[in-house]
């Protein structure tokens, strides 16, 4: 501090008071102007780090546990729990509707480790802590609290009396590093904490859009013909006031929550996507995008996660998603007015070197954990990897692992491996484990979308035959050390469509239900057709 900003009328005043009193006082005016001020310096330095003290308590391998919360602007305060980390509250949000029932979610950034304590408005009976394979211990302080540490950020999920209704998601991160400087003219801003209604937001290339923790976006991020964009931040867009349906394939009007035409370069990191009323982030015919460490929550059906549709060179890793319909679906289809029988089929470009890897997914009633399909309008979609997942529920009509060919593309190379799954729903109508079809559908170029009402038990099968030459393959498909931790699981199908169109050489290699290894399709409970070759058990 520059000492000429002082207010030298009250420190000169002191000194005369003091010098009157002390004839002997041998420091001057100065110094001791000085001496008062570096004292009062001491006091304040001790006063503020006792505070920050206060609110990070936890010392563990001489590390300083930092807490970062994280409050969304306008999001409703769960009625279900209470949540403190190391002794402080901090904001837990609801989502969900009477419809689709609630949830409660709670987001910070920590480094260290912390302690939770969580306090439910409900008896506690049962815990569990998902997904079960992160062992996280746990310890019932009384009939409605419950505390655990976390070592590490973590994206968990606490789950009471063996119910799947009012369950609390944990959304965690390490700290950001890399925040980009507001006053950059290529970066757009967001300041938490607010609520921004931007409508459609659309990004140009080479421009960051940062949403700061404690800010929201109501309505659409569009990012069109352009290339080297980011969305990132700790904020939050969310789509409760979006259109429910439609057909924008220009993106003019609010119909996804983060919407990307023919770009690349792209990246999108850290932010929590909420209240999709369709499809969440809808990449068509994009290249080199990569999806790091987001928090989808939704709850209305047909609120996709991430369809990647006619892409290339793709990445999602470390997120969290809950949906009501396909969190990651893969697919190849237009939304031009033209795009569907009995017009010409538009040929998308070919689907090519997909990663997806260490996320953790939450599916509710609609759709399939990881699919690919239904609709694959192109020449080929190959090297697919879905990696190191934990697949935590898969709640009703769909699969956790599918492939719908509906369309005339061969689907081949992709690889499924090191996969937990739990709270797979056997016994609801149409669930399955896993699901390889090549059928035609009500996603079918071909299809009419009349009044043919599908198979239930079998999402969105129609019971035509439709038009052989619009259907396609699947080939060499590797399910690689897949557990599935729950005993009562659901059967599994493949089902080909005639003999030109078949389904050929699937890999099973180490299949753990439960603690049983599997060993041929009966103890799979997997039903075959005769359009089917070389399925094998090692």
């Known amino acids: 501090m520059d000492y000429t900003d002082i207010d030298r009328d009250k420190p000169m005043s002191c000194y005369r008071r003091i010098c009157c009193i002390t004839k002997s006082n041998k420091f001057s005016m100065i110094s001791l102007v000085r001496f008062t001020y570096w004292i009062a310096l001491v006091l304040i330095s001790i006063m503020f780090h006792t505070s920050c003290k206060k609110k990070n308590p936890v010392i563990l391998d001489n590390e300083v546990a930092v807490v970062i919360p994280i409050k969304p602007h306008g999001i409703p305060q769960s009625t279900n729990y209470t949540v403190w980390v190391n002794d402080d509250t901090v904001f837990t949000g609801q989502a969900g509707n009477e419809s689709h029932k609630t949830y409660s979610f709670c987001t910070f950034d920590f480094s260290g480790s912390v302690t939770v304590r969580v306090n439910s408005e409900i008896s506690i009976r049962t815990i569990d802590i998902l997904p079960t394979s992160k062992e996280i211990s746990y310890t019932i302080l009384d009939s409605k609290t419950v505390e655990f540490t976390l ?61 700061e923790a404690g800010a929201k976006l109501n309505g659409m991020v569009l990012i069109k013909d352009a290339q080297n964009v980011k969305v990132k931040g700790r904020g939050m867009i969310d789509g409760t006031y979006n259109e429910f349906i439609g057909n924008h394939p220009e993106g003019d009007a609010p119909w996804r929550l983060v919407y990307m035409v023919r770009s690349q370069n792209i990246v999108i990191e850290g932010i929590t996507l909420y209240n999709s009323r369709s499809w969440t982030i809808h990449p068509y015919s994009c290249n080199n995008l990569w999806i790091n460490n987001i928090r989808i929550l939704n709850w209305e059906y047909g609120s996709d996660g991430t369809d990647i549709s006619a892409c290339q060179e793709v990445k999602i890793t470390d997120s969290f998603y809950r949906t009501n319909d396909d969190p990651i679906a893969i697919k190849a289809l237009s939304f031009a007015e033209n795009a569907f029988y009995p017009n010409p089929m538009i040929q998308n470009m070919d689907v090519k070197n997909i990663l997806v890897e260490g996320c953790t997914i939450w599916n509710m009633s609609w759709g399939n954990v990881f699919e690919i399909g239904y609709e694959l309008r192109c020449n080929r979609v190959s090297d697919i990897t879905f990696r190191n997942c934990d697949a935590i529920r898969q709640g009703g009509r769909g699969a956790v692992f599918s492939i719908h060919n509906a369309d005339v593309a061969t689907v081949e190379n992709v690889l499924y491996e090191d996969i937990r799954v739990e709270n797979a729903e056997a016994g609801m109508i149409g669930c399955k484990l896993f699901d390889l079809a090549i059928f035609y559908s009500l996603f079918s170029y071909d299809s009419d979308w009349g009044d043919i009402k599908p198979n239930e038990h079998w999402d969105n099968l129609l019971p035509e035959r439709g038009i052989p030459i619009y259907r396609g393959k699947i080939s060499n498909i590797i399910y690689r050390n897949i557990q599935v931790m729950d005993g009562n699981f659901p059967y599994s199908i493949f089902h080909g469509y005639d003999q030109f169109h078949t389904i050929e050489s699937v890999l099973f290699e180490n299949i753990t239900i439960g603690s049983t290894q599997i060993e041929n399709k009966d103890e799979l409970k997997l039903e075959i057709n005769e359009y089917v070759e070389n399925v094998q058990f090692n």
């Open 151 to 211: 070592q590490r950020p973590e994206m968990i999920t606490l789950k009471l009396n063996d119910s799947n209704n009012h369950t609390l998601h944990f959304l965690t991160s390490h700290p950001e590093t890399d925040r980009p400087d507001p006053e950059n003219t290529n970066v757009l801003y967001y300041a938490g904490p607010g609520e921004y209604d931007v409508g459609i937001l659309e990004l140009a290339s080479n421009q960051t859009l940062y949403i």
